[in-house]
Nanobody, 124 residues
Framework: VQLQASGGGLVQAGASLKLSCIPSRRTSGNYAWGWFRQAPGKQREFVAA???????VYADSAKGRFTISRDNADNRIYLQMNSLKPEDTALYYC???????????????????WGQGTQVTVSS
């Protein structure tokens, strides 16, 4: 599965952005989808994930501000980001994989497929 992420941009602190992830094909029923981010000089970190059954997991930094969702009709995964902060600046990646258990959603190693990333820059 190839993943295409889009929706990044340059915004001011407090603004909102909505990232999209489009897979190249429809996937089987047990896939999980995640968003990760990587800032310059830092390791890739988990942001949010959603399982095939709708269960979601968020990083503490994303709770209350970000919402991950899945549109089955459009076959897209979204990350709505509100109240953006300068520390949210990073390259955001979407990822997907089959059969990921809930406890493994935060680990990049759990995901088999990755998109190319979309840049989010938040100015103060």
């Amino acid at each position: 599965v190839q993943l295409q992420a889009s929706g990044g941009g340059l915004v001011q602190a407090g603004a909102s952005l909505k990232l999209s992830c489009i897979p190249s094909r429809r996937t089987s029923g047990n896939y999980a989808w995640g968003w990760f981010r990587q800032a310059p000089g830092k390791q890739r970190e988990f942001v949010a994930a959603i399982r095939w059954n709708g269960a979601t997991v968020y990083a503490d930094s994303a709770k209350g501000r970000f919402t991950i969702s899945r549109d089955n009709a459009d076959n897209r995964i979204y990350l709505q980001m509100n109240s953006l902060k300068p520390e949210d600046t990073a390259l955001y990646y979407c990822a997907a994989g089959p059969g990921i258990i809930l406890s493994a959603l935060r680990s990049p190693e759990s995901y088999a497929y990755w998109g190319q990333g979309t840049q989010v820059t938040v100015s103060s």
